[in-house]
């Protein structure tokens, strides 16, 4: 059963080796020298530790008052691996533990996975499996961002044992492959070993046994490569990895030939005593189990005797089972309980789980009294380790989980922010660009209504100073006509009458009285004529008058066939238009249009009234519809409103505004006749 142990004791060394920390470390050059002493004396293994500890007590108060920065997080590397070295723990991972605050907050991812890899070797070396893995699990996701793939394939190795101790063969299988995924990036002859060693123990362990021995060969293949250090013994590890494969498919004479042929590697007892002894066991055991008990015990006595000058626990148990093993066989059920009793002790006393179930299935064979308790306890036992290795998995895939779970939202926080920081910046052009467009729209518009208004101004001056043209043609023909009248009919006859009554009045007779009877009818005949051509005269000043409300009425009329609302309209007699200046008539005309403009636009109104009114000395235009009204305090920079203030103002008038939202509008102009 030894055999099964063979790759762990091996990896564990390799680990190990891997793990320690610098030994001769050299300084920098910026380091200042006190330092540099306390630090060389810290790490020098002649002087004892007590005075080790003080010298790098000294070099962490020098280090503890430096900026953090890369030289200052290298020191601190240096000071916890001398804590390291004289095995202080606690105190190598209080210096890592700020290591890591350290290259968190200056952002140093290289530092930060190194860190965690020195806690790691902290939590391999207080036992707590599922630390070890999280800070491992970590450092890899950390050399995959940096694309260390050196050190990433050590962490994953490290992943893979720990999988492999605890069960998780497919996961196991899982990372070894990954491991040969990434060494054909780059040249790792011995990392190629260890992950063709592995592929081979774990297809061992799913009874892939074909598979199992192709992975073997290749790792012997890549032992046999010459940049591997032959003190590794790595040939002679798989080669008993192999045989011990053979052993658990009861091929025994295929496993005698893999321990005989590892038993001859060169130098194998100087290099690796500890697989010395483990091939020696597994080669009497396979004696055993073949027969051939020529050589027995001695092969078992010379593999237990180094594993007890070597203190491999493990390893002695494991003998001692096969000792109680052949005394069995040999009948001698004194010894091989005595064997297996002693294997117990050991086991428990030092709490290897695992070996205490060997132990209790041989004690239930050489114990037939006592078998139903062995085998009670050895369910029990097997029950909770089950139960033990499941929650370990669990924990291992919840590591996992959690640190990828946070990581996956320090980078969606990441995205997001910068997501914000794109939108906002989008809405803020977009903004800009409405901005600037509507700025622009708005000059355009302006400009346009000013262009409008000015072409309008003209229409209408034009049209005004056409009418008064003819309003002044027809007043000259009236005068003519009048003149022509006055001349040619009254005056004439005014002049016959009054020579007439002159004669008449030297007469003093009746036929005169008649005759100046009949020239006072004639002189009221005149004062008809005259009184016909004064109310010409007042008509001539009605037509002069109904031009402007004649343009108004026409503009209403074209309003009554474009506006939805029943327009009223009002003007008022009174109003003497004649007192009231062109431009001003101008821009009464031009507010009236702009005020049916917003109707339409925005009002929604079902009825609009329009008036003219004489107010005291002053005309007031008064418009008023039924529609949804406004906020007038967010309608101040409206053009229209803007145009008709201008105007009413321009020519000396007031205007003002009464509307409210959902009560209609009444626009108040009012302007002083001159």
Known sequence: MGYKFSFFFFIFFILVNCTNHEIKLNSQRQTPDSLSSFLEIANNDSVPSDKRKIFN???????????????????????????????????????????????????????????????????????????????????????????????????????????????????????????????????????????????????????????????????????????????????????????????????????????????????????????????????????????????????????????????????????????????????????????????????????????????????????????????????????????????????????????????????????????????????????VFIFVIRVQASKNRELRLIQEQQKANEEIYSLMISQQDKVEETRQAEKKRIAQELHDGVLGKLFGTRMNLGVLNTRKDDEGIVQRVGYIDELKTLEQEIREISHDLNSEKMAVFNNFVLMVSNFIDTQRTVCQADILFNVDPAIEWNAVENTAKINLYRILQEAFQNINKHAKAQHVTVTFQKKDRHIQLEVEDDGVGFVYSKKRNGIGLQNMLSRITTSGGTMEIITRPEDGTKLQFELPLT
């Open 57 to 431: 007590d000294k070099a962490l108060a020098i280090v503890s008052n430096q900026s953090n920065d890369a030289a200052n997080r290298e020191n601190y590397f240096k000071v916890a691996g001398r804590y390291y070295n004289i095995k202080l723990w606690d105190e190598y991972r209080d210096i890592t533990s700020r290591i890591i605050q350290n290259s968190k907050s200056a952002k140093d991812t290289a530092s930060l996975a190194k860190a965690y890899s020195y806690m790691f070797d902290y939590y391999v070396k207080v036992n707590q499996p599922d630390s070890v893995y999280q800070y491992n699990y970590k450092a890899e996701k950390l050399y995959i961002i940096l694309g260390d793939n050196e050190n990433l394939v050590q962490t994953l190795l490290t992943k893979a044992v720990l999988q492999h101790n605890y069960s998780d063969f497919l996961g196991c299988e899982r990372t070894a492959i990954q491991m040969l995924r990434l060494l054909k990036k780059y040249n790792n002859i011995q990392m190629e070993y260890e992950a063709n060693n592995l592929l081979g123990i774990v297809y061992g362990k799913l009874q892939e046994y074909d598979l199992s021995k192709k992975y073997y060969d290749k790792a012997i293949e890549l032992a046999n490569n010459e940049s591997v250090p032959p003190n590794y013994q790595y040939r002679a590890v798989t080669i008993n990895n192999l045989g011990s494969m053979y052993s658990i498919q009861k091929k025994y004479g295929l496993a005698k030939e893999q321990f005989l042929k590892g038993l001859a590697e060169k130098d194998l007892l100087r290099d690796r005593p500890d697989l010395f002894a483990m091939l020696n066991d597994n080669l009497a055991y396979t004696y055993l189990k073949l027969g051939n008990l020529k050589g027995l015990p001695d092969l078992f006595e010379k593999a237990l005797k180094i594993r007890e000058g070597s203190k491999l626990i493990s390893g002695i148990i494991i003998s001692k089972i096969h000792l109680s093993e052949y005394y069995a066989l040999q009948k001698d059920s004194l010894n091989a309980v005595a064997m297996v009793g002693e294997a117990y002790r050991l086991a428990d006393e030092n709490k290897l789980t695992r070996d205490l179930l060997a132990v209790l299935r041989q004690l239930s064979d050489v114990d037939p009294k006592n078998a139903r308790k062995y085998s009670s306890e050895y369910y029990k036992i097997s029950d909770s380790l089950d139960v033990a290795e499941r929650k370990t998995k669990n924990k291992f895939a919840r590591i996992e989980f959690e640190t990828d779970e946070l990581a996956q939202e320090k980078t969606q926080l990441v995205e997001q922010r910068k997501t914000l920081i794109y939108i906002a910046l989008g809405i803020i052009l977009i903004g």
